[in-house]
T-cell receptor
């Protein structure tokens, strides 16, 4: 079975300061890991994904994440937060050995950005 | 790039009526689509996997007679909420696989009065 745990339900940062969203995963096999962002009443947008290539993954809008197998973590970071980064963020895991692309979502982290 | 179009984006209906939500893959064929439900301030929960030309696979606890899924073509899956009740009010999101990734629709906010 696969699952993810997002360690923070809410993160509040000042504009221009770094953002860190923490995610730990559990997977029986080689996982694929994703970070998605959701703005209010909108669908999901893929920020980045890890699929067993480079452990440091760069995504859109200045976000990046590092896959650490020894820590079973896939934390999301951004050096400088922007007001438009205020949204809900989901860490997602998929079992890379199957072909059904069934995704398991974390509970989500709400990011607020203070001016 | 590949796009998944979901329609309608918002629907309000009376209790007891049925509502159909469409999920279309644009510019690619999707043999598999997924339907999720999201309650306010909560994560997405997978409801079912929709397979083109065959019956959908429902997750445990999801009533298949309540949430009818039809995937009659390689570009269209529909979710019908039958005899809707206020507790069915939720945000429903579909996704589809293209060869490289999973792409999400923009979601449907269902409100049952």
């Amino acid at each position: 079975a696969q699952s993810v745990t997002q360690l923070d339900s809410h993160v509040s940062v000042s504009e221009g300061t770094p953002v860190l969203l923490r995610c730990n995963y559990s997977s029986s096999y080689s996982p694929s890991l994703f970070w998605y962002v959701q703005h209010p009443n909108k669908g999901l947008q893929l920020l980045l994904k890890y699929t067993s290539a480079a452990t440091l993954v760069k995504g859109i809008n200045g976000f990046e994440a590092e896959f650490k197998k020894s820590e079973t973590s896939f934390h999301l970071t951004k050096p400088s937060a922007h007001m438009s980064d205020a949204a809900e963020y989901f860490c997602v895991v998929s079992d890379a050995t199957t072909n059904d692309y069934k995704l398991s979502f974390g509970a989500g982290t709400t990011v607020t950005v203070r001016a | 790039g590949a796009v998944v179009s979901q329609h309608p984006s918002r629907v309000i209906c009376k209790s007891g009526t049925s509502v159909k939500i469409e999920c279309r893959s644009l510019d690619f064929q999707a043999t598999t689509m997924f339907w999720y439900r999201q309650f306010p301030k909560q994560s997405l929960m997978l409801m079912a996997t929709s397979n083109e030309g065959s019956k959908a696979t429902y997750e445990q606890g999801v009533e298949k007679d309540k949430f009818l899924i039809n995937h009659a073509s390689l570009t269209l899956s529909t979710l019908t909420v039958t005899s809707a009740h206020p507790e069915d009010s939720s945000f429903y999101i579909c996704s589809a696989r293209d060869p490289r990734q999973v792409i999400f629709g923009s979601g449907t906010q269902l409100s049952v009065l």
